[in-house]
């Protein structure tokens, strides 16, 4: 008899189920764990319980959440923040723990440094303290975001008690048309299912626009899985997947490198394979899309329109679309090219890979902002390289800030935010009220689209604008 | 942990959808190690104005509610970041058990860490019970999850399902990490057969 086709999600956790548990949860063994800067107080919180770090040898580490961007590395002005950051740097000399801190050129956001190294593995568990940790399950293994109670126990055990999520497919046909990205995709798909649209769920992206995609678009993609209320979001290991990774610091390497790969290989979804919900998706007629609101499902294309909250039947809604048109500070039925911003930010998770710098800039190049702009990259090593390929004089010339990698403006945790009131154009994942700062309007959508608001002070479609230029 | 038995107290309707844990508790808190002032940060940005003076239209900040130790949510609530925080501000508050027709898939599993009984209904029963709650402002509910009932203030009963395992640790209060390594053994048979197996991983 031949075995029952399974998912990617399926092989890869009956491959670290240690034990049942009573009821449905399962102790599931965890590969490997990233840690930040905001984590750091867990490393106290065990110490007091007397409890020992059960396999160093699993933990990367960086800092990303606190650690300021301005140019020249500014000191951190809380001293009880600055000793977070020290502290991370104090416990991973301690426990031997590759840990890159400011002034490394491997420190970056924990989720570009994970790929980066070649810490992220197809067919691992891998966990942090960080809802975006989805971003991982781009390389094919199942990643996803814990709480500070899960991160000690992760430590102190190598598990963690977990219920099985469901299995989700999103088919995606079609490929995007020009000035289209990953992150309009995925935007668009949220708007689709909702943000809750993936609860309960890990998320399988496939389909022929999926396949076509780079690992940073894959990344982008699956990064925002969390938005969608799933808690991970996968897809399939490829050539690609393992091109990326080979020769990584973290990677295996040698006869081990063509051993994995033979495994890596097993791991995608079976034909017939059955998931418990299936989404169809056709990228093919996507325009540049943007959110209007403070849920990341309120996107529409930007040729669209901001909502009118009369045409909801359901009063709920029509509450709901009250409430953040008046955070947001819009009027009803505002074509969404006529809305004026403040402020630009191109980083973040989502988007401050290399890809997404180079989409940003090839928009900016010749160009002057009108507004105050930030590029943040992903990572030291992202700005080295965007700076050999002169990225950061295109961006300097065009009137851009080109900053120090980190979180930044993504978090409104560690300085860089927004005045109160201000409408920002960003690349980053979250829109919710004040994210970027107390009061502050947050517009999600692509490099190139938050490039273009750059340069014209407005939501701007960058497909007209390249046009215009050309 | 605290251990959570039933719970009988004053609950409080709030119709949000998409309660994300940023509105729960600003990013700018984080940095405090867990303690009694979180109390204070729980919906910070909606709860005091400018002055750091309470807002008289937000609901816990009126009369009937501020003895609240229940809160009725509505769809996806604690969406977001898997700031752990939101669960310590709302049980520092006082906050015991949030009713909702779904949640954060994070924030539900942290609400078992930290004490805080989440419970899902059927929308049409997270409805009804916020409706009442409007109606009767200052009125009590009862969750019980040794019988698994909710009990409603017009006297209905709701019951509700909760994974066994979880279930155990609320009513026990468990120290989860402790239970855990009562399965050292097996975890480090499994270890040594998953590198054996996938030996690429071993750094």
């Known amino acids: ?51 020992a770090i059960r396999r160093p040898g699993a933990i990367g580490a960086t800092a990303d959440h606190y650690v300021p961007t301005a140019g020249a590395r500014v000191a951190i002005a809380d001293a009880e923040v600055r000793g977070m950051v020290e502290a991370m740097g104090r416990h991973a000399a301690e426990l031997g723990i590759p840990y890159f801190p400011p002034g490394d050129a491997r420190q970056g956001i924990v989720h570009v440094m994970g790929p980066e190294q070649g810490f992220t593995l197809p067919g691992i568990t891998l966990v942090c303290g960080d809802s975006h940790t989805a971003t991982h399950g781009a390389f094919g293994c199942l990643a996803f975001g814990i709480g500070s109670s899960e991160l000690e126990h992760v430590l102190a055990t190598s598990c963690l008690w977990q219920q099985k999520p469901r299995a989700m497919r999103i088919h995606v046909a079609g490929a995007p048309p020009p000035g289209v990205s990953a992150k309009d995709v995925i935007l668009a798909i949220i708007a689709r299912i909702s943000a809750a649209g993936g609860t309960g769920h890990v998320i399988e992206y496939a389909g022929p626009a999926i396949a076509a995609m780079s690992m940073e678009e894959r990344m982008t993609v699956c990064n925002m899985s969390i938005e969608a209320g799933a808690r991970a979001g996968m897809v399939a290991p490829d050539q690609r997947t393992y091109a990326f990774l080979e020769g990584r610091p973290f990677a295996p390497a040698g006869a081990r490198w063509e051993e994995a790969v033979a495994f890596w290989q097993t791991l995608p979804t079976d034909d017939n394979a059955a998931f ?92 002057r902002v009108v507004v105050p702009a930030w590029a943040v990259p992903g990572s030291g090593l992202i700005k080295q390289a965007a700076e050999a390929e002169g990225l950061d004089r295109v961006f300097r010339e065009a009137g851009f800030e080109w900053r120090e990698p980190g979180c930044s403006m993504c978090i409104g945790m560690n300085g860089d935010i927004a005045r109160p009131g201000e409408r920002v154009a960003s690349t980053s994942n979250r829109n919710f009220e004040g994210r970027q700062g107390k009061g502050v309007r947050t517009h999600l959508m692509s490099p190139a689209m938050a490039a273009a608001a750059a340069v014209t002070g407005r939501l701007t479609d960058v497909r007209a604008l390249v046009r215009e230029g050309a | 942990m605290d251990a959570f038995t039933t719970l009988t107290a004053v609950a409080v309707p709030f119709d949000f959808v998409n309660v994300d ?94 004490g805080v009984l989440p419970v899902v209904v059927a929308p049409e029963t997270g409805v009804a019970l916020r409706r009442q709650l409007h109606a009767m402002p200052g009125a009590t509910v009862t969750v019980d999850l040794e019988t698994q009932f909710v009990t409603a203030p017009d006297g209905t009963v709701i019951p509700f399902a909760v994974d066994p395992f979880r279930r155990r640790g609320l009513l026990r209060g468990q120290d989860e990490i402790a239970l855990t390594l009562e399965h050292a053994p097996a975890i480090a048979a499994f270890e040594r057969r998953r590198l054996a197996e996938e030996p690429w991983l071993t750094r």
């Not at chain 2, 400018?50 to 509505?74: K, T």
């Not at chain 2, 501000?89 to 015991?96: K, V």
């Open chain 2, 21 to 114: 844990t940023d509105r729960i508790i600003p990013a700018r808190f984080l940095h405090k190690p867990r303690g009694p002032e979180y109390a204070s940060l729980l919906f910070h940005d909606v709860r005091f104005d400018e002055d750091g003076h309470e807002r008289a239209d937000f609901i816990l900040n009126q009369p009937a509610f501020r003895s609240a130790r229940i809160l009725v949510a509505n769809d996806n609530f604690g969406c977001g970041s898997s700031r752990e925080h939101a669960v310590w501000s709302l049980a520092a508050y006082g906050i015991r058990a949030v009713i909702a027709p779904s949640f954060g898939d994070i924030f539900f599993n942290n609400c078992f860490k930290v």
């Open chain 1, 276 to 367: 418990d919900a299936e989404v169809a998706f056709d990228a093919s007629a996507l325009a540049p899309t943007v959110t209007w609101g403070t849920s990341p499902q309120e996107a529409l294309p930007i040729t669209g329109r901001v909502p009118d909250p009369a045409d909801s039947p359901d009063p709920a809604r029509r509450a709901a679309v009250e409430r953040m048109l008046a955070y947001m500070g819009l009027a009803a039925n505002t074509p969404l090219t006529a809305i004026r911003i403040d402020r630009v930010f191109v980083g973040s998770c989502t988007n401050s890979r290399l890809e997404d710098l180079r989409s940003a800039a090839a928009v900016v190049r010749g160009r």
């Open chain 1, 1 to 51: 008899m031949t075995p029952a086709p399974r998912t990617l999600f399926e092989k890869i956790w009956s491959r670290h189920v240690v034990t049942e548990g009573a009821g449905e949860v399962s102790l599931l063994y965890v590969d490997r764990l990233l840690m930040h800067d905001g984590a750091v107080h867990t490393f106290d919180r065990l110490r007091k319980a007397g409890r």
